[in-house]
């Protein structure tokens, strides 16, 4: 079926930034649209989100030379291809950009506009998403992580360690991870407020902490875990992300809320440190994107008891997750389709992870919208993990919500074997 019509509008994100929507028209009337997320702490190696950068304009943050691409050169080019052959769709966006990371278009621009084509794609021909992207072959529902604290830069630095989040290792179905992750997130806020160490809700959800130091809220994460009635480490495990290039000048990682200061091999230390002492069974980001010889370190001796994942190391990118796999710099990939910019891009990222027996992680970013696009992706690619934020905020919970639809359209399909999946990278 031809695709008759490319669109772009100008909408908000769940941080009240602008964002594009895409919607695609076929020849048949099907209609479909792509909702665009936004990180707020990037990746030096993602592929570019274009912003017009007029100060009188939504202080610089719109959006409207992104729209003007999709709705001329990009539409123009489109129109009166097969919306069901997506690789050629996403290859045509990328030969038409012509840059390596999507800066002439956008990768804002791209990625509505390939996400708007699978959509419509599926509606075209009737079935669910996530079955039009796996190919009919994607029944797993994915194991969630889930922001408990926010920190860095989706908490205006009370800490600096970007995210705490919590793994429900100890579920037996997806229904359970999510009402032991209520169970332990109110245990959190209650908690928060009773020491009057919170000062409200992070970016994606989270508590936004009040803190003296970036280990304190381990203590109180420990206590949130036995207050809702688990057991830290055997039901619910601790997961990390570090965001260290965030941290790192070249030469050292600082630490601004403790004053603080650490040479690559004496963070490396703490990182082991703190995966021995609390019940952390993955890391994220624990280095900076150009610290591969820490990587490396850390990977060889936690690599396997920890998923070690990179985040900004790979932003999505197969030429630098195949770089990361030949030179065992992690275990796991974060998956986010902004980093790359085009559905095509991003499954490629994700097949090429799972064929190294490493583990995707399909992930949101901290200015979300209501697309629940991504737990379509990560049912029909078997990822086996989603991280969206935390347990709040519609953006949020519309894709844990999803998933719950995704698993009852699935039935006796449905497959959930939960921590089980860690045993891919720690059976060694």
């Not at 020849?27 to 100060?55: H, I, M, Y």
């Not at 012509?98 to 079935?127: D, E, I, P, W």
Request: aromatic share 10%.
């Amino acid at each position: 079926m031809k695709i008759a019509n490319v669109s772009a509008f100008q909408i908000f994100d769940s941080r009240g930034f602008p964002t594009l929507e895409v919607e695609v028209t076929l020849a048949n009337g099907v209609k479909a649209s792509g909702l665009v997320p936004s990180g707020a702490s990037t990746g030096q190696f993602e592929a570019l989100e274009l912003r017009d950068g007029d100060p009188k304009r939504l202080r610089g943050k719109s959006v409207f030379k992104a729209l003007s691409h999709v709705n001329h050169e990009i539409a123009k080019a489109l129109i009166g291809m097969d919306v069901t052959r997506q690789e050629a769709i996403d290859a045509r966006l990328v030969e038409l950009d012509g840059t390596t990371n999507k800066s002439r278009l956008g990768a804002n621009a791209t990625l509505g506009v390939s996400m708007a084509c699978a959509r419509a794609a599926a509606r075209h021909q009737g079935v669910e998403l996530y079955e039009y992207l796996g190919q009919g072959q994607g029944n797993l529902i994915p194991l969630n992580e889930i922001q408990i604290f926010g920190g860095g830069a989706h908490a205006g630095w009370a800490i600096d360690i970007q995210d705490f989040l919590m793994i429900a290792v100890g579920a037996k179905s997806y229904e359970e991870t999510l009402e032991m992750t209520f169970n332990v997130y109110h245990a959190a806020g209650d908690i928060m407020r009773e020491q009057n160490r919170a000062a409200g809700l992070a970016d994606e959800g989270g508590w936004w902490p009040v803190f003296n130091s970036n280990e304190e809220p381990f203590e109180f994460f420990l206590e949130a875990i036995k207050r809702a009635g688990y057991r830290p480490g055997k039901d619910v495990a601790i997961s990390l992300d570090i965001a260290a290039s965030d941290l790192f000048d070249g030469e050292h990682y600082r630490f601004k809320k403790e004053g603080k200061t650490f040479t690559p091999t004496e963070f490396c230390e703490l990182m082991e440190t703190w995966c021995t002492r609390y019940p952390i069974i993955s890391i994220e980001d624990p280095f900076a994107d150009t610290d591969f010889a820490s990587w490396a370190r850390f990977t060889e001796r936690l690599g396997h008891r920890v998923q070690i994942i990179g985040d900004d190391l790979f932003t999505t990118n197969i030429n630098r997750i195949a770089e990361g796999i030949d030179k065992k710099l992690a275990n796991a990939v974060l998956i986010k389709l902004n980093q790359i910019g085009t559905v095509s891009e991003t499954l490629q990222a994700i097949r090429l992870t799972q064929q190294a027996g490493w583990l995707p992680v399909v992930s949101a970013r901290s200015g979300e919208t209501e697309d629940a696009f991504i737990s379509h992706l990560a049912v029909a690619t078997n990822a086996g993990q989603l991280k969206v934020g935390s347990f709040a905020r519609s953006e949020r919970m519309v894709k844990w919500n999803e998933n719950l639809r995704i698993q009852r359209s699935l039935g006796d399909k449905a497959r959930f074997i939960g921590a089980r999946l860690y045993e891919r990278i720690f059976s060694d």
